[in-house]
């Protein structure tokens, strides 16, 4: 399975772009880059995700290095909303791994 | 709101019991994991249903079994309740296995207490 490694925590100003890394530098081929994120005690959600090539949605935009062995989580104007547990994961067929994830915080 | 939705919301149990927690994935998804998610701590894998068979499952004891309906709802059931498997339990669903590129919805859980 491949594995991720993202820092345990960053801070952010409130109305600044939130960039949040991940080392994923066993993934395969075929293997999608997802993110979510967990605000306090709900479920996580999805944000969004890519093979090799930048992505970007309404909620974030997501880089991934051309070697695809990182990539980097784009908030481009962080709110205290965004304050949350973001996870970096690369799912094998049958099961999805959760690592600690990155803890951001938003500040006012 | 995804469309994955679990019940109970909360439930507190007694040592020993056993306890059954549901989950409706959502319309048309086929696929449903389970998780557990103790405090502090990142969700972790106990098994996953793909068109009613368990396919694929994490380090947790024989006593957490699962089903999967053939609607693709699926229930959660742990006997001989231990006072450690007190933690969120979160129900995914996703739209095919085999297919990397589809991302799984999360319900918001349930909040199981073991006294």
């Known amino acids: 399975d491949a594995k991720t490694t993202q820092p345990p925590s960053m801070d952010c100003a409130e109305g600044r772009a939130a960039n949040l890394p991940c080392n994923h530098s066993?993934?395969?081929?075929?293997?999608?880059v997802y993110w979510y994120r967990q605000i306090h005690s709900q479920g996580p959600q999805y944000i969004i995700h890519?093979?090799?090539n930048n992505e970007t949605n309404e909620m974030a935009s997501l880089i991934i290095t051309e070697d695809r062995k990182s990539s980097t989580l784009i908030l481009p104007h962080a709110t205290l909303r965004d304050t949350a547990v973001y996870y970096c994961?690369?799912?094998?067929?049958?099961?999805?791994?959760f690592g600690p994830g990155t803890s951001l915080s938003v500040i006012p | 709101e995804t469309g994955v939705t679990q019940s109970p919301t909360h439930l507190i149990k007694t040592r020993g019991q056993q306890v059954t927690l549901r989950c409706s994935s959502q319309?048309?998804?086929?696929?449903v994991s389970w998780y557990q998610q103790a405090l502090g701590q990142g969700p972790q894998f106990i098994f996953q249903?793909?068109?009613?068979?368990?396919?694929g499952r994490g380090n947790f004891p024989p006593r957490f079994s699962g089903l999967q309906f053939p609607n693709y709802s699926s229930e959660l059931n742990v006997n001989a309740l231990e006072l450690d498997d007190s933690a969120l339990y979160l129900c995914?669903?996703?739209?095919?296995?085999?297919?990397?590129?589809?991302?799984?919805?999360f319900g918001q859980g349930t909040r199981l207490t073991v006294v």
């Open positions: 995914a669903s996703s739209l095919a296995l085999w297919d990397p590129n589809t991302e799984a919805f």
């Open positions: 066993t993934i395969s081929g075929n293997e999608y």
């Open positions: 890519g093979l090799k």
């Open positions: 994961i690369v799912p094998p067929y049958d099961k999805v791994i």
């Open positions: 319309s048309g998804h086929n696929t």
């Open positions: 249903y793909y068109r009613e068979e368990e396919n």
